[in-house]
């Protein structure tokens, strides 16, 4: 499929995309600016450190992700939710299938997130190899304070924030903004995915867990362009992120226990984990291939319904 030809089918039409870019960039600093100022004033006034660490992610969430990617739907175009692609409801089918593919894909992404945790720098990086490690280990201790409490209370506000509002909004800022704006350009569609996985990745700060979010990334990225409903990556992201609140709640660990399923394949000596990554990984692969499959079929039965475009800004 040329270039062009995949362009024609994204659904909407750009109008400005530097305005686009350029209102998106703005509003990013702004609320950046504004979140800098107001959390640290909420962290001091809010005296239960738990409760003030939640209230300024829910901000933080909101300012530096859901408004940004509002601003720029607006500024791009006169159908900002097509923009967004959160104007349809997803197919439940396709979200079970690429819930699947996360599931599959599991002790692959431990052994990759344990190789990465594990990569050293050169000696004489050693210094930046210490200030990466205290950065990781100031976000763990505070994501640890955020979704403290073993009450079923503190899982459910730990689901909402980590895994809902996480998820949402940003899926909202990284894929339905800033990928959306960037394939409208004459970029090749697969180096925006690409391109906004990477920055997707950069945003949360870690080094040593880097890899594994950057692939997550580009699976949301593919999520998006296969089924054009941000609403389905939207799902996956919040189903991952809830594993993870899960099983630290559980367990007091992001890890889990040494039998659970979140640590199939995370240990790079043992042979059997490494198996175990190694199946885990061609069954994603032909689950991966399956859904594509899949959303191809389903697109091509509503394509009468759904053939129109956006209208111009």
């Known amino acids: 499929?040329?270039?062009?030809?995949?362009?024609?089918?994204?659904?909407?039409?750009?109008?400005?995309?530097?305005?686009a870019m350029m209102m998106f960039g703005c509003a990013f600093v702004f609320c950046l600016i504004l979140a800098s100022v107001l959390m640290p004033l909420l962290m001091k006034i809010i005296h239960r450190q738990e409760a003030a660490l939640r209230i300024v992610t829910v901000m933080q969430d909101i300012l530096l992700f859901v408004i940004p990617a509002i601003a720029a739907s607006f500024a791009a175009t006169r159908l900002p939710a097509r923009l967004l692609a959160i104007d349809r409801r997803p197919?439940?089918?396709?979200?079970?299938?690429?819930?699947?593919?996360?599931?599959?894909?599991?002790?692959?992404?431990?052994?990759?997130?344990?190789?990465?945790?594990q990569i050293h720098l050169?000696?004489?990086?050693?210094?930046?190899?210490?200030?990466?490690?205290?950065?990781?280990?100031?976000?763990?201790?505070?994501?640890?304070?955020?979704?403290?409490?073993?009450?079923?209370?503190?899982?459910?506000?730990?689901?909402?924030?980590?895994?809902?509002?996480?998820?949402?909004?940003?899926?909202l800022f990284f894929r339905g903004a800033l990928q959306r704006i960037l394939m409208s350009t004459s970029i090749n569609t697969h180096v925006c995915i690409w391109m906004v996985a990477v920055i997707f990745s950069a945003f949360h700060f870690q080094f040593f867990g880097f890899v594994p979010r950057l692939l997550l990334g580009a699976y949301f990225g593919y999520l998006?362009?296969?089924?054009?409903?941000?609403?389905?990556?939207?799902?996956?992201?919040i189903f991952n992120n809830a594993l993870v609140v899960i099983?630290?709640?559980?367990?007091?660990?992001?890890?889990?226990?040494?039998?659970s399923l979140a640590s199939y394949g995370s240990d790079l000596s043992d042979g059997g984990h490494i198996a175990v990554?190694?199946?885990s990984v061609i069954l994603s692969?032909?689950?991966?291939?399956?859904?594509?499959?899949?959303?191809?079929?389903?697109?091509?039965?509503?394509?009468?319904?759904h053939g129109s475009t956006d209208q111009t800004a």
């Open 1 to 19: 499929m040329t270039k062009r030809s995949c362009k024609k089918q994204l659904g909407y039409k750009v109008a400005n995309t530097g305005l």
């Open 91 to 117: 197919d439940a089918t396709v979200i079970c299938g690429a819930l699947g593919v996360l599931l599959l894909s599991v002790p692959a992404m431990n052994f990759i997130i344990e190789w990465n945790r």
């Open 247 to 259: 099983f630290t709640w559980k367990t007091g660990s992001p890890e889990g226990d040494a039998d």
């Open 122 to 171: 050169p000696q004489s990086m050693a210094s930046i190899e210490q200030f990466f490690r205290q950065m990781e280990q100031s976000a763990s201790d505070a994501t640890a304070l955020l979704m403290g409490g073993s009450s079923v209370g503190s899982l459910i506000m730990s689901l909402l924030i980590v895994a809902v509002l996480a998820g949402f909004s940003e899926e």
């Open 277 to 279: 990554a190694a199946v």
């Open 224 to 237: 998006l362009w296969w089924t054009r409903n941000l609403w389905v990556p939207v799902c996956v992201h």
């Open 285 to 305: 692969a032909i689950a991966l291939r399956l859904l594509d499959l899949l959303i191809k079929k389903k697109q091509h039965l509503a394509a009468p319904a």
